[in-house]
C-alpha cells in the first residue's frame, strides 16, 4: 500500500523557473492538501481539494497553483520560483467523513537560488 | 482564529527521562487534537489523538489528555529512548465542513544515550 506518494524527493531551481510536485494517493481520500514546512513556523497550508474538480486556497496560496482532475493526483505548480519559495513541502491527503487522521507524503525538499 | 502553542525546543534528554511536551491551544466549536511526529527525513506520521474532551489518546508509549478546562493536551512518556528522537507537532482539527487542521510550530526532541 504506497499510500502518498511524492516526486521529486529533491530539487534545485533558478529563480523565475517554474515546476510541478507531483502527489498521489491511493486511499481513494477526497480531501488533499499541500503544505509548507518552514523553521519555526510550522507547517502552513497552500492549497487544498475537497474533491475532483474542487479546491481552494489556504493561508499562503501566493505563487502556486493546483488543479485537481482525478481523485487520486493533485500537482503542485510553482509559477516563477522566488527564493523565499525555498522549502519542504508536504502533500497529505485524508477521507472526508469521520475519520480525520491525515496522512502524509515524505516530502519534497526545493531549494531556489 | 484557531491556534496552537508548542513549548518551544530543542529539547535534550537522556534515555529513559521522563518527557514532557507542553501544547494549549485557541478553537471555537469542539476541535479534536492530535500528535504527529516527524522522524529526519520523514513526513509527519499520526502519533496518537483524541476526539472529545477528558479523551486519552496513546500510542508507543506516548499520552496525552485532552483537557477542555485548560485547553492543553500535553503530550507525556515516563521513558524516553534514543529512537523517539524527532520533531513532535501537536495540531487540531476544526471539526466543521473542511475540518482545516492547525499545527503548532513543533518541538525537537534529541535523546542522547
Known amino acids: 500500500n504506497a499510500g502518498v506518494t511524492q516526486t521529486p524527493k529533491f530539487q534545485v531551481l533558478k529563480t523565475g523557473q517554474s515546476m510541478t510536485l507531483q502527489c498521489a494517493q491511493d486511499?481513494?481520500?477526497?480531501?488533499m492538501s499541500w503544505y509548507r514546512q518552514d523553521p519555526g513556523m510550522g507547517l502552513r497550508l497552500i492549497h487544498y481539494?475537497?474533491?475532483?474538480?474542487?479546491?481552494d486556497q489556504g493561508e499562503v496560496p501566493n505563487g502556486y497553483n493546483v488543479s485537481r482532475s482525478t481523485t487520486e493526483d493533485f500537482p503542485l505548480r510553482l509559477l516563477s520560483a522566488a527564493p523565499s519559495q525555498t522549502s519542504v513541502y508536504f502533500c497529505?491527503?485524508?477521507?472526508?467523513?469521520?475519520?480525520?487522521?491525515?496522512?502524509f507524503g515524505e516530502g519534497s525538499w526545493l531549494t531556489v537560488v | 482564529g484557531d491556534s496552537v502553542t508548542q513549548m518551544e525546543g530543542p529539547v535534550t534528554l537522556s534515555e529513559e527521562a521522563f518527557l514532557t511536551i507542553n501544547c494549549t491551544y485557541t478553537?471555537?466549536?469542539?476541535?479534536?487534537l492530535f500528535w504527529y511526529v516527524q522522524y529526519p527525513g520523514e513526513g509527519l506520521q499520526l502519533l496518537l489523538k483524541?476526539?472529545?474532551?477528558?479523551d486519552k489518546g496513546s500510542n508507543k508509549g506516548f499520552e496525552a489528555t485532552y483537557r477542555k478546562e485548560t485547553t492543553s493536551f500535553h503530550l507525556e512518556t515516563g521513558s524516553v529512548q534514543v529512537s523517539d528522537s524527532a520533531v513532535y507537532f501537536c495540531?487540531?482539527?476544526?471539526?466543521?465542513?473542511?475540518?482545516?487542521?492547525?499545527f503548532g510550530t513543533g518541538t525537537k526532541l534529541q535523546v542522547i544515550p
Open positions: 481539494s475537497v474533491g475532483a474538480g474542487i479546491t
Open positions: 497529505a491527503s485524508r477521507t472526508g467523513t469521520g475519520e480525520n487522521t491525515i496522512y
Open positions: 483524541a476526539t472529545k474532551a477528558d
Open positions: 478553537a471555537t466549536g469542539y476541535p479534536s
Open positions: 495540531a487540531l482539527s476544526d471539526g466543521r465542513g473542511y475540518q482545516k487542521v492547525t
Open positions: 486511499m481513494n481520500h477526497e480531501y
